[in-house]
Every structure is written in structure tokens, then in C-alpha cells.
């Protein structure tokens, strides 16, 4: 059963950083692509950004220029580097592993002014 954790997520004024963290066990982490999620508050999901097992990855042109996202296969953990936060940014985060389909529980996010 594949499982994953993630983590870092927290309050931030306008302009500031985090990193998301999640830690995926139960499947080949290197084989799979992974993606962030998140929902803001009365919103859809909205897909944020995707890394493919080569390390190829796509952003929402929301977040281009301001977020990362990188792996690391040896620790299998899926990361979510933000930088110049909004507070428009703010929502639940969620780590996807794309080919079984399975989400983490969440991490809250919240970006003030």
C-alpha cells in the first residue's frame, strides 16, 4: 500500500518561504511521477506543479518563477520549495503519486498580508 506524509507546511507573512516536504513509501519512487496540489478555501483543486522520474517538471503559471519542485529518490521524498508567497497562495497542499493515484492527507498553507 503506498503511503505518503507530507509535512511543512505553516503560517508565512506576504513575501516569505516554505518547503514542503512528502515522504512516499509501499511503491518504486523513482519511477513514478509526482505532483503538488493544492485547494484553496471554496476553490477546485488545482494542480501546482508535476516532476516526471526524469526530473522533468511543469508549473501552473501561477506559481512560475516562485516554486520548485524537486525530488530526492534516495530518501523518496517529494519536495514543494516556495518562495515569494501570496496571499493568494494559501490552501491545503497536497503530494500525488500519479500512477497510483495516491494523495497524502494535506498540509495547510496560509499566506497573510
Known amino acids: 500500500q503506498v503511503q505518503l506524509v507530507e509535512s511543512g507546511g505553516g503560517l508565512v507573512q506576504a513575501g516569505g518561504s516554505l518547503r514542503l516536504s512528502c515522504v512516499v513509501s509501499?511503491?518504486?519512487?523513482?519511477?513514478?511521477?509526482m505532483a503538488w496540489y493544492r485547494q484553496a478555501p471554496g476553490a477546485q483543486l488545482e494542480l501546482v506543479a508535476l516532476?516526471?522520474?526524469?526530473?522533468?517538471?511543469n508549473y501552473a503559471d501561477s506559481v512560475k518563477g516562485r516554486f520548485t519542485i524537486s525530488r530526492d529518490n534516495i530518501k523518496k521524498t517529494l519536495y514543494l520549495q516556495m518562495n515569494d508567497l501570496k496571499p493568494e497562495d494559501t490552501g491545503v497542499y497536497y503530494c500525488?503519486?500519479?500512477?497510483?493515484?495516491?494523495w497524502g492527507q494535506g498540509t495547510q498553507v496560509t499566506v497573510s498580508s
Open positions: 500525488r503519486e500519479i500512477q497510483s493515484d495516491s
Open positions: 509501499g511503491s518504486i519512487f523513482s519511477l513514478n511521477s
Open positions: 516532476i516526471n522520474r526524469y526530473g522533468n517538471t
